[in-house]
């Protein structure tokens, strides 16, 4: 079946950096678009970070994370990168993978409901 792993997070301080993965299995990781999304504690939205087209040729980064965060992909590993870099406080959050159901990111690419397949999350922590 379809699963998405993420793996990375910790504590870190402010101006850190962290790499999450998202490990994935049961398909084909070069024919879906795979988002990054973010919830901070003690909110119950979702905030989309960052997205990848299938064969990473597209990508999408929301304002705050642009120019510190980088998407990549690789998939003779099946896996999906967020390279986290100048982190800050207000980046504290579970950090979740979602598979697209497009090779291109969604048109409504920021909206959670557009996914159907999530992981299980890892937390972040920036903080001294």
């Known amino acids: 079946q379809v699963q998405l792993v993420e793996s990375g997070g910790g504590l870190v301080q402010p101006g850190g950096s962290l790499r999450l993965s998202c490990t994935t299995s049961?398909?084909?990781?070069?024919?879906?678009?795979i988002t990054w999304f973010r919830q901070a504690p003690g909110k119950e939205r979702r905030e989309g970070v960052s997205?990848?087209?299938?064969?990473?040729?597209?990508?999408y980064y929301v304002d705050g994370v642009k120019a510190r965060f980088t998407i990549s992909r690789n998939a003779a590993k099946k896996t999906v990168y967020l390279q986290m870099d100048k982190l800050q406080p207000e980046d504290t959050a579970v950090y979740y993978c979602?598979?697209?159901?497009?090779?291109?990111?969604?048109?409504?690419?920021?909206?959670?409901?557009?996914?159907?397949?999530w992981g299980q999350g890892t937390m972040v922590t920036v903080s001294s």
């Open positions: 997205c990848t087209s299938s064969v990473g040729n597209s990508k």
């Open positions: 979602a598979r697209a159901s497009t090779k291109e990111c969604p048109v409504l690419t920021w909206a959670p409901y557009v996914y159907h397949d």
């Open positions: 049961g398909f084909i990781l070069d024919d879906y678009a």
